[in-house]
């Protein structure tokens, strides 16, 4: 199930420009999240619709973009050595919601966690890493807007690799010819993923989120 794509100029004209949102392509209930990966990795992920294979190690965290354009600003367009294939990654929202909920801040905040002692033993203890960085232009310029991303590791990697994913699509010819077109600078053609702000409805997930 590949999302609907609209124009760069229609989708920046639909978002925020500005602030913390978990902007994301979305169903009633499930959301899309993208990976990057060498073609070793992204062929036994199509092929098997979840991650595993000789090349994929789940003793290393992984990370997941609900932001396209984060994730094309973090892989060249598909173009950076390990990252030649994008990949768009559902899962049903209640796992996302289960991810966000285990997620510890990977640097201390004070206004969540109070102390550095909290913050660290909060780090021991949960194996979702949360960083909210400037997202990005197509021109891969920051923005003051916000995307987030969320590291996996431990139980918690092996059950979204192998139980959460719902399906795994290939959106590597997609960013690729997106890139074509911005650098012969027609902008106007380039294409990308619709989204929207993913709701989050727990108030004090929302807090710790930081969500405007």
């Given at each position: 199930m590949y999302p609907e794509l609209i124009t760069y100029s229609k989708y920046i004209n639909s978002i925020p420009d500005e602030g913390f949102h978990i902007l994301a392509h979305q169903t009633d209930d499930k959301i899309l999240v993208y990976q990057a990966y060498n073609n070793e990795i992204a062929d036994f992920a199509i092929k098997n619709q979840r991650l595993g294979g000789n090349a994929f190690k789940y003793s290393r965290m992984s990370w997941i973009k609900p932001n396209f354009l984060w994730m094309m600003y973090r892989s060249g367009w598909a173009g950076k050595p390990n990252q030649e294939r994008v990949l768009g990654i559902w899962l049903k929202k209640t796992d996302f919601n289960k991810i966000l909920s285990e997620a510890v801040y990977s640097s201390f905040q004070e206004k969540i966690y109070i102390t550095h002692d909290n913050w660290k033993a909060q780090l021991a203890q949960k194996e979702v890493r949360l960083q909210w960085d400037p997202d990005?232009?197509?021109?891969?310029?920051?923005?003051?807007?916000?995307?987030?991303?969320?590291?996996?590791?431990?139980?918690?990697?092996?059950?979204?690799?192998?139980?959460?994913?719902?399906?795994?699509?290939?959106?590597?010819?997609?960013?690729?010819?997106?890139?074509?077109?911005?650098?012969?600078?027609?902008?106007?053609?380039?294409?990308v993923p619709k989204e929207w702000q993913y709701e989050v409805k727990a108030d004090d997930l929302r807090e710790k989120l930081q969500l405007d």
């Open positions: 990005h232009d197509v021109f891969g310029n920051k923005q003051l807007r916000k995307a987030i991303q969320l590291g996996l590791k431990g139980k918690i990697l092996h059950d979204f690799g192998n139980n959460m994913i719902t399906k795994i699509i290939d959106m590597t010819e997609i960013a690729q010819a997106q890139k074509v077109k911005i650098k012969a600078k027609e902008i106007s053609k380039v294409i």
